[in-house]
């Protein structure tokens, strides 16, 4: 069963973005600057460090600029990603200096409708200038497309419809696709059909996976992922996050659950977990409350007292 495993993974780190734009309260500047900077000391190498998105839609990212702005691309060092969702939004990417913007979408008509006002073929339209313009002046583009396993809205989403949104995507200059379980109701099996479908159309090779834990088989979707040679996972730092257009989709896989999993099973990350454990007890002090991670809490819990 896991004679075929990858020796390496990367782990992308959503939680500055994905994570704290669903915080009520507002993370200061300077707060999340000290998050990002712990995620990187532990040796994360890909972080999606805001959103371009409207300050009106997502006010615990109104900060965007500044924070990317804290943060120039350098060859050696972590490569920082934004979200982008239209023109306006990759415009202030690229005055922020950011080498690498991430776009987003749906598999579900309906969710897409309701996370951003616009159809599945509107969003292709309003993609391709921002494709044009990454080209142009060399940007990388990821892309997510949402509710792969199952909608809020919709129920279960047809395996093609999410397998031609990632083709269409690649097609337009996506160099990988983020496939994204958004209120977690996955199943091996449910994943083990979805990557042969998707697999079908897409090289398996631009696939990532973003699971949520809403039902605690994030983990699990995850080992069929690495059986079939997905070598890219999303997890937020503690499981902060979700999505807020997406109700009862609380519980992003954490990172420290993944990260932990992956060293037991003898599969390289380049990160440190003893110094994940601490970005997790940071993001803890700044929100103000415990978070889900399962792993962090025992690891944490493991710990000689300060005392």
Known sequence: MFDRLPERVQVYEVGPRDGLQNEKAFVSTEDKIRLIDALAAAGLGRVEITSFVHPRWIPALADADRVAGHYPQRADGPTWTALVPNMRGFERALKAGMREVAVF??????????????????????FEPVFAGCAEHGIAVRAYVSTVWGCPYEGEVDPAAAADVAARLLALGAYQISLGDTIGVGTPLQTRRLLDRIGAQVPLETLAMHMHDTRGTALANCVVGLEYGVTTFDASIAGLGGCPYAPGASGNLATEDLVYMLHGMGIETGIDLDRLVDAGALAQRLLGRTLPGRALQALLAGRPSAG
């Not at 309906?110 to 996370?115: D, F, K, L, M, V």
């Open 105 to 126: 979408m749906s598999a579900s008509e309906t969710h897409n409708q309701r996370n951003i006002n616009k159809s599945r073929d509107e969003t292709y339209a309003a």
